[in-house]
């Protein structure tokens, strides 16, 4: 059981909560995630680690309410506990000093981005960050990205905040204009598919950071395997990060989709129930 | 870690056991059928995932196939036992009517008995080795029955003997890992007097047994009788706990552990590299049993989702195959096949647990093999391909090894496929202990007789040494592994 000290959010969609783990909040490194379950009768899903204060013992997690587990879990407030918490799980970002690394994060991808921002720019590496989302409310975390960054370009589909244009247009513009030796991206699939077409192009390593389904997130279960350089590979303990340049994402994308059908029969069964109660007197 | 054979034969010498020999002639025990075991119906059992199939013993039927058993003077029965069970001394016990003193016996050396007593291959082990199939080609004493019975009755009674342990020596020795192995290590050393601290990475504290064994085989509540035994004497137990990365080694020295055993298990499904076999509906037998067992995802009120099949395609012939197969047919399958590349005579799965699976209605397809599996256009696998198999020489591992029949292709059509062909050891923990001596196959190496790993402090056993065995033999491990940690610690 974890306390939940601290609730922000960032929208209406997106939440950010600070948690008590103080085991983790210690051995936790960039790029590591946890696997949390809410309730007893909960599912175990995966959450890339946002941030941590090995200080006060806490860690930091972004969710955004997609379907039953995250809203379960956006719904709690400080105070409430989270059943079970483990981690940290997967292999650390490999950071070093390579010169100029290109970080681009899109949606709720840019939490799980900022600590290997952190990290990048703390071995000494110029660090440009491109930060997208759908719309201006949907850009997350921009202050902290931009205190670990040399540089920060903000995107918008829709053009309310930053300039309008996808994530890779950005990126695109910061390649033409100067030697990137190193991207690393993080977001929805498709993004970091087009991202990874786009630095290939240019024949930069990338690295992608994947959020497969998991369930025990130890190397258990296989459910979140992807194909890398025609090999099977476990996001939990090879990845979570990967040469985006091997990843085949349009297998990954259908993956992603294996439990579509009974997670949205579950998701509006639950806001069924929410309506329920809501209307209770 | 064998009963010393003067302590068996001291037993046996007791005024009760000479009472109990004497009191009925040998020909009248051998006269005796031995028992079976009565069994939920076919068509009932396959529409619950969680009723047990066996149903156990009657008193009655436990006391006579008791008096089958001859109490030998050479019981070679224990020799077949990997975790040394006094097995002719609670055997007499049930038939003298004490079976509450037949429960504490098994406790003596198994901290599992009720496990032990359903999911033990008994045929190839005690049971192979009784008098009854030795010498008088008979089927053996019921062991495993009566092992269950005992276990049973005892929890049922409410009256739980807790083993006796020493007086605590202070010292804080740990587990990483809670399934089989790790348990009985922990009981035996919290009988040695130790501070026995158990880690479990998933939120359940019972490895394999509590994820990988299905409800209608191995209730949870059983599992967690036993652990609440273990708590009993001083066990502790910590869930959520990854030792190597919620904590490193070095930090759990630090807060005083002396020892370590590690008991992680074999945790990586191996998949067979085929074409397609990443389509969705194509899963590890892990997953599915994980999330039926573990996260009870077929029932209305878990978050967990599952797949349903109608048409199954199971791959592999062990345990974990027909578990896998039977549960899909719980889960509404019309058709559920195994498809196993040698033949039934090779399987490696219990004799029961074939029989049940035939009785429940499963196919059984073997010297088959999958070649390759097709999609529909949303990726969730509607077909597959197989091609039959011969049996040629033998292999490394005894069985005659597969052959390809050339031209011999068909396709089946399916919904659900599990993948049920064996399972690797978990690389986590290995990978946080850069000293450990580890195997090409990511087995951790140990001395074979002490269960002593590379690192003097690290013991290891069950299946991340043996790369996937049984409940027992990892069982017999964790024992060997308490045995010589307790002599490396308390002469260092």
New interface residues.
């Given amino acids: 059981m974890n306390k939940i000290v601290e609730k922000e959010y960032f929208s209406e969609k997106v939440v950010k909560i600070v948690v008590e783990a103080p085991e983790i909040a210690k051995s936790r490194k960039a790029g590591n995630f946890v696997i949390l379950r809410v309730g007893e009768k909960g599912e175990r899903f995966p959450l890339t680690i946002a941030g941590a204060d090995p200080e006060k013992g806490t860690i930091t997690l972004v969710v955004q309410t997609v379907g039953v587990s995250s809203s379960k879990l956006a719904a709690l407030h400080p105070g409430d506990f989270i059943t079970d918490l483990v981690g940290p799980l997967g292999q650390a970002t490999h950071v070093e000093k390579k010169g100029t690394i290109l970080a681009a994060g899109g949606g709720v991808g840019i939490a799980p981005m900022l600590p290997i921002v952190e990290a990048f720019k703390k071995a000494g590496n110029r660090v440009i960050s491109v930060i997208a989302a759908r719309s201006r409310d949907l850009i997350i975390l921009e202050e902290q990205i931009r205190e670990w960054s040399d540089e920060v370009v903000v995107m918008t589909d829709d053009g309310s905040y930053g300039r309008q244009g996808l994530v890779t247009t950005g990126m695109e513009e910061v390649i033409l204009r100067e030697k990137v030796d190193e991207c690393i991206v993080i977001g929805p699939a498709i993004m970091m598919k087009f991202a990874a077409l786009l630095t290939k192009k240019y024949n930069i390593p990338t690295q992608a950071s994947l959020n497969t389904i998991m369930v025990d997130g130890t190397g258990m279960c296989g459910a979140c395997r992807v194909t890398v350089g025609g090999k099977t590979r476990f996001t939990c303990v090879d990845g979570p990060e990967f040469d985006a340049h091997q990843i085949d994402f349009d297998e990954m994308l259908m993956r992603m989709g294996a439990y579509r059908n009974e997670e949205k029969q579950a998701f509006d069964h639950y806001v069924h129930q929410c309506q329920c109660q809501k209307e209770k007197p | 870690m064998s009963i010393d054979p003067e302590t068996i034969k001291k037993e046996r010498s007791v005024g009760w056991r000479e009472e109990l020999r004497s009191k009925t002639k040998n020909k009248d025990r051998v006269a005796i059928e031995r028992v079976h075991m009565p069994e939920l119906e076919p068509e009932i059992r396959v529409h619950h995932q969680d009723r047990e199939v066996n149903r156990g013993l009657t008193l009655a039927q436990a006391t006579l196939e008791a008096i089958r058993c001859m109490d030998c003077v050479n019981p070679t029965c224990i020799e077949g036992c990997p975790v040394s069970i006094n097995i002719p001394k609670f055997i007499k016990y049930i038939e003298s009517g004490d079976i509450l003193s037949a429960a504490s016996t098994l406790k003596e050396t198994n901290a599992l008995p009720a496990v032990c007593g359903r999911v033990c291959p008994q045929e190839k082990q005690c049971e192979s080795r009784c008098f009854y199939v030795e010498k008088l080609k008979k089927p053996p004493v019921a062991i495993g029955y009566l092992e269950r019975f005992a276990a049973d009755f005892e929890r049922e009674s409410g009256s739980c003997n807790i083993p006796e342990t020493l007086p605590p020596n202070g010292i804080r020795v740990a587990t990483v890992g809670s399934g089989p192995a790790a348990l009985a290590f922990a009981g035996d050393m919290a009988k040695y007097g130790y501070d026995v601290t158990v880690f479990e990475?998933?939120?359940e504290i019972g490895g394999v047994l509590k994820?990988g064994i299905p409800e209608f085989r191995l209730p949870n509540a059983i599992v967690d009788f036993e652990l609440e035994n273990l708590r009993k004497m001083g066990v502790k137990f910590v869930?959520?706990?990854?030792v190597g990365?919620?904590?490193?080694f070095d930090d759990l020295k630090e807060q005083g552990f002396k020892g370590f055993f590690i008991g992680s298990g074999a945790?990586?499904?191996r998949?067979m590299?085929i074409p397609g076999?990443?389509?969705?509906?194509i899963?590890?037998s892990?997953?599915y049993l994980?999330?039926v067992n573990l996260?009870?995802a077929h029932s209305d009120?878990?978050?967990?989702?599952?797949?349903r099949g109608k048409n199954v395609a199971v791959i592999g012939g062990g345990n974990t195959a027909m578990d896998s197969v039977r549960t899909a047919l719980r889960l509404g399958a019309e058709r559920a096949i195994i498809i196993y590349r040698r033949s039934e005579v090779e399987m490696p799965a219990r004799v029961e647990e074939v029989k049940h699976a035939k009785e429940e209605g499963v196919e059984f397809m073997t010297l088959c093999n999958p070649v390759e599996y097709f999609a529909d256009k949303?990726?969730r696998v509607n077909r597959m391909r197989v091609v039959r198999m011969d049996l040629g020489e033998p292999d490394a591992s005894g069985r005659r090894r597969p052959m390809v029949i050339e031209g011999s292709e068909f396709d089946l059509d399916v919904d659900l496929v599990i993948v049920a062909v064996g399972v690797s050891p978990?690389?986590?923990v290995p990978a946080s202990l850069p000293g450990l001596n580890v195997s090409r196959w990511g087995t951790i190496i140990v001395d074979e007789d002490k269960m002593q790993t590379s690192i003097p402090e690290m013991f290891a056993g069950g299946d991340i040494v043996r790369g996937g065995a049984t409940v027992i033999l990892a069982m017999g491990d964790g024992r060997r592994a308490a045995e010589h940690m307790h002599f490396f610690l308390m002469t260092k």
């Fill in positions: 990475a998933l939120h994820y869930t959520n706990f990854i990365r919620t904590a490193t945790g990586l499904p998949f590299e076999e990443n389509f969705n509906g899963l590890s892990n997953e994980t999330r996260m009870e009120d878990s978050d967990t989702p599952i797949l949303n990726g978990n690389p986590l």
